[in-house]
């Protein structure tokens, strides 16, 4: 079986697989049916560009945000609107804004150590971009590949998570997982959970693009979360990327000293880093040397 084609919703066991494993970080009444296997988040990401993107529409993003994305969605046509972030996340007051004026069709927000700010948005921020969804019935897309790389505490829990506690949220909710930054990018495997309507769009598109996911490493993931290898895994994950990040910071310090401001991030993969202007002008060369 893991030889042949599949189905495009998934190979079942891994999508039973994938249902559990989102359910131990808190996703309630989550079935299996409500869950497809995509080839990697960003493939989540194309459907979504191709299911709900005309030409013209606009869509916010955080600003900044992650470059495949903005690419993703400009080649379908949507006109990005950026809105900003600081240390929590992106700034609710400012979305709710955006969100009357430009009327998007859907919110791409990175809510856990962003890419590449590296920003996590604090928890009350969460409830209130779920209100918002809500009040004005708004779609928001959670990119959520790398909530599982903490260094210390755990982040805030999912807008997923979260959508048990403010009704009507979980239907304007859109939640894209990987396995890239966890397990292994080549798989080339990941996740989408959306309202039934929207998920029956998406996986027709996928049905003319790949068809399905690689059975093979689909039937090799189920085995290996069914072994439940993957909490060991996470724990060397986070150790070794703690210790990375580390040493970046440690580095950007010791090079650039006052020239560079950032906030020591607390998981993912991503330090955002500001030049102050303090002495003068700092030149590539100084960067990529410490590289
Ligand atoms: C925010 C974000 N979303 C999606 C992806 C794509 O990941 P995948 O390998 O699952 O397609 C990445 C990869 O860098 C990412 O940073």
Redesign the pocket.
Known sequence: GAMSYGATEGYQPLREQLTAFMAAKGVQGLSPEQLVVTT????G?DLLGKTLVSPGDKVIVEGPT?L??IQCFRLYGAELVSAPIDGDGVQVDRLEQLIVEHKPKFVYL?PTF??PSGATLSLERRKRVLELAVKHQTLIVE?D??GDLYFGEAPPPSLLALSEQVPGSRDCLVH?G????TLS?GF?L?WMIAPPELLAKAVMCKQFSDANSSTFAQATVAQYLKAGRMAANLQRARAVYAERAQAMCDGLRSALGDAVEFVQPRGGLFVWARLTGARGQVQDSQVFAQR
Do not use: E, M, V
């Open positions: 990697g988040s960003q493939q990401l992650f495949a994305t990175i962003g890419n990119d590949p790398y894209c990987s396995l890239s930054k990018a080339r990941g």
